[in-house]
């Protein structure tokens, strides 16, 4: 299946939407980013939900296993895909976490899935392969793009069935 298929399945049953990062180390920000735009760009549909977790998601997690959510999409800032910086990867974490994942936030997911999962929720990671996360404000072009891209996906999947 393609990515935009990958979404419309997972979007088509209520879904939270959590943004991850560090607003403050450049592109690791990107999580944060998408999230603040679909809160205030993501048209109004039943059971989708988009939290700015930044990067404590642990402070979320309790919230998120007690809502109706079928469906978790983290988004975060990723490492270690061999993808071109900007490239995007989505799969369930566990999965992708298989030989030791590529979240920059990789105990904190994973303790999250746990806990999300024993609450009866499927946990998918969007990742985009990121160029830097050193300590900056600005988000490399590539990664705004692949942002930009990602919004649109899921604002034009959110609703639709399979």
Do not use: W
Request: aromatic content about 4%.
């Amino acid at each position: 299946m393609s990515l935009a298929q990958d979404l419309t399945r997972i979007l088509s049953r209520p879904t939270c939407i959590v943004g991850v990062g560090n607003t403050l180390r450049s592109d690791d920000a990107v999580g944060p980013f998408i999230a603040g735009r679909l809160q205030t760009e993501l048209p109004p549909a039943d059971g989708h939900v988009v939290v700015d977790a930044e990067d404590v998601i642990e402070n979320h997690v309790f919230r998120i296993a007690d809502s109706e959510v079928a469906n978790v999409l983290v988004i975060d800032a990723v490492q270690g895909t061999g993808g071109a910086p900007g490239s995007l990867v989505l799969g369930e974490l566990a999965e992708l976490e298989v030989g030791g994942g590529y979240s920059t936030h990789k105990l904190a997911l994973s303790m999250a899935a746990s806990v999300l999962a024993q609450h009866g929720k499927t946990v998918y990671l969007l990742g985009i392969a990121a160029e830097n996360i050193d300590f900056g404000m600005a988000m490399s072009k590539d990664i705004l793009d692949s942002a930009e891209t990602v919004i649109d996906l899921v604002i034009g999947r959110v609703g639709r069935s399979n």
